[in-house]
């Protein structure tokens, strides 16, 4: 079915059921839904994210689930247990690590849609 006819049906996606890309499995992913990409990182212990970056027109929201990330800024950083929201606005450089010895577990959400694309994942539809 094409991703504008899916809009009219509920997506569910079982546990450990999402297209995984790395340490990223998409849960929401632009062929479900153009307002918002969902998605569950894992950053293993004494881990880095990506280079500091930021994104053109896109909110990224980080829920932390279980362990302890690091948020990084341009001029700044500071601890985000679990339990912690974070909201990076567009064009805000941002970047996150975990200095632990445990995984850490992080709901992404970014929204619009269009970050799964744009790192790689296929836009085929589930």
């Known amino acids: 079915m094409a991703a504008q006819d899916r809009r009219s049906e509920i997506v569910v996606v079982p546990p450990g059921g999402g ?6 499995e998409f849960l929401a992913r632009s062929a479900d839904t153009p307002h ?11 881990r880095h994210g990506p280079a500091l970056h930021s ?5 990224d929201a980080f829920y932390i689930l ?8 341009e001029d700044s950083e500071f601890p985000a247990p679990a339990g912690t929201f974070v909201l990076v606005p567009p064009h805000v450089q941002h ?6 010895g445990e995984p850490v577990r992080v709901l ?14 296929s836009p085929s539809d589930r």
């Open 19 to 24: 297209d995984m890309l790395g340490n990223v």
């Open 55 to 59: 994104h053109d027109g896109e909110d």
């Open 95 to 100: 970047t996150f690590s975990n200095a632990t």
């Open 36 to 46: 918002f990409n969902l998605s569950i990182i894992t950053v293993a212990p004494r």
């Open 66 to 73: 279980d362990g302890e990330l690091t948020m990084h800024t």
């Open 108 to 121: 992404n959400v970014h929204a619009p849609a269009g970050f799964d694309l744009r790192i790689g994942l």
